[in-house]
């Protein structure tokens, strides 16, 4: 198995672009979770979905942010328009909807200059 | 408010050395505790805690909950300088929802 897999890796950006980060979830896993990692605030839950539909957003922090499973194999995270205190590394993460361990992608680092 | 907490923040010891981590934890309808462990890529699952009082073991890593008192620890004997990196606690409430994450401890072992 691949594991969860982000795309892109990296991403620099200047303000007020659109970001667009991407996840491919673990085949068979039901819930997927966005997070945000900082050295002031650690690891922060975003949003996450169960089977597809989006459960709990009340961790995004705000209507610049927006997330998308149009289907259990991939998701999207969109940031419009970006600023320099979204600057972080987003990971994604699934789980099998009955179990409780969640694996992460190799998350995303953002700049936002 | 649910909330996890870790300590110490951060720990230097020596290669050898035994270290123990602790995760407190206030939340309500309490499923399971994780530890995971980071280095410079992504978390990793380490183990999974549901019941009180039995240890889970993984080679030189083992964890222990006790549900009553509301913590964990997780022990680390004979410590490598590859165990350097941060542990993260972290708490399910409910199954199939996302993770309450402490702020982690960052291990440094030095040789």
């Known amino acids: 198995d691949a594991g969860v897999i982000q795309s892109p890796r990296h991403e620099v950006t200047e303000m007020g672009q659109e970001v667009t980060l991407r996840c491919k979830p673990i085949?068979?896993?039901?819930?997927l979770f966005w997070y945000r990692q900082t050295m002031m605030r650690g690891l922060e839950l975003l949003i996450y979905?169960?089977?597809?539909?989006?459960?709990?957003d009340s961790g995004m922090p705000e209507d610049r942010f927006s997330a998308k499973m149009p289907n259990a194999s991939f998701s999207t995270l969109k940031i419009q328009p970006s600023e320099p205190r979204d600057s972080a590394v987003y990971f994604c993460?699934?789980?099998?909807?009955?179990?409780?361990?969640?694996?992460f992608g190799p998350g995303t680092r953002l700049t936002v200059t | 408010e649910d909330k996890v907490v870790q300590s110490p923040l951060s720990l230097v010891v020596h290669e050898g050395d035994t270290v123990t981590l602790n995760c407190s934890y206030e939340?309500?309808?309490?499923?399971?505790l994780l530890w995971y462990k980071q280095e410079k890529k992504a978390p990793t699952f380490l183990f999974m805690l549901?019941?009180?009082?039995i240890e889970k073991k993984s080679g030189r890593l083992s964890s222990i909950l006790d549900k009553k008192e509301l913590f964990s620890i997780l022990n680390i004997t004979a410590t490598q300088t590859g165990d350097s990196a941060i542990y993260l606690c972290?708490?399910?409430?409910?199954?199939?929802?996302?993770?309450?994450f402490g702020k982690g401890t960052t291990l440094s072992v030095s040789s």
């Open positions: 993460a699934s789980s099998s909807q009955t179990g409780g361990e969640q694996y």
């Open positions: 085949s068979g896993h039901n819930s």
């Open positions: 979905f169960n089977n597809n539909v989006p459960i709990d």
């Open positions: 939340v309500t309808n309490f499923r399971s």
């Open positions: 549901t019941s009180s009082g």
């Open positions: 972290a708490v399910i409430v409910q199954a199939g929802t996302a993770l309450i």
